[in-house]
Antibody, heavy 119, light 110 residues
């Protein structure tokens, strides 16, 4: 059974970097059939896909246009996990952040991390 | 504004049938499957329907999905109080090279 365990701070100051990690059990971040996603939910935007990383002979990333200039998603094969970095955050980035596996579609989700951007 | 369009709210009484619509475009619904998620505050989104009309194991057959052209719908029959939640449609968008969601529909069971 695939499980995703999220970790990271719940409070980030404006202009700083939001960093979250998603540890994978029951699957591999290097899987040739899965992708590893970050999604957030905010009251104003609902569910919003942020981006993904996946391995198909080499590593690939796709990012949402809305955050493309500020986001990095990296795999960590040594720890079987992947991470989210979102730079230059503002209060608009306050949301519940989820990691999710997609194997054709997003079927396994982490429990979510509430991140508040405030000084 | 979301790429996929859903009504912000829907309601029904216990036992009723409720339908939630979702409208897309040729770059998402035109060539890709539609998915539906149920989301309760404080929990992870739950996959209700995949590939337009397929139910994962454990999802009651009260939930059904359909797609026609660039529109899709989720139907819930025999409405129950525990169905009160937010419902989101989703699809892969070829133009954006990413997943897109609807704005969400808040279902109230009266």
């Amino acid at each position: 059974q695939v499980q995703l365990q999220q970790s990271g701070p719940g409070l980030v100051k404006p202009s700083q970097t939001l960093s979250l990690t998603c540890a994978i059990s029951g699957d591999s971040v290097s899987s040739n059939s899965a992708a590893w996603n970050w999604v957030r939910r905010s009251p104003s935007r609902g569910l919003e896909w942020l981006g993904r990383t996946y391995y198909r002979s080499k590593w690939h990333n796709d990012y949402a246009v809305s955050v493309k200039s500020r986001i990095t998603i990296n795999p960590d094969t040594s720890k079987n996990q992947f991470s989210l970095q979102l730079n230059s955050v503002t209060p608009e980035d306050t949301a519940v952040y989820y990691c999710a596996r997609s194997s054709g579609y997003m079927d396994v989700w982490g429990k979510g991390t509430t991140v508040t951007v405030s000084s | 504004q979301s790429v996929l369009t859903q009504p912000p709210s829907a309601s029904g009484t216990p036992g009723q049938r409720v339908t939630i619509s979702c409208s897309g475009s040729s770059s998402n619904f035109g060539s890709n499957y539609v998915y539906w998620y149920q989301h309760l505050p404080g929990t992870a989104p739950k996959l209700l329907i995949y590939r337009n009309n397929q139910r994962p194991s454990g999802v009651p057959d009260r939930f059904s999905g359909s797609k026609s052209g660039t529109s899709a719908s989720l139907a819930i029959s025999g409405l129950r109080s525990e169905d009160e939640a937010d419902y989101y449609c989703a699809a892969w968008d070829d133009s954006l090279s990413g997943w897109v969601f609807g704005g969400g529909t808040k279902l109230t069971v009266l």
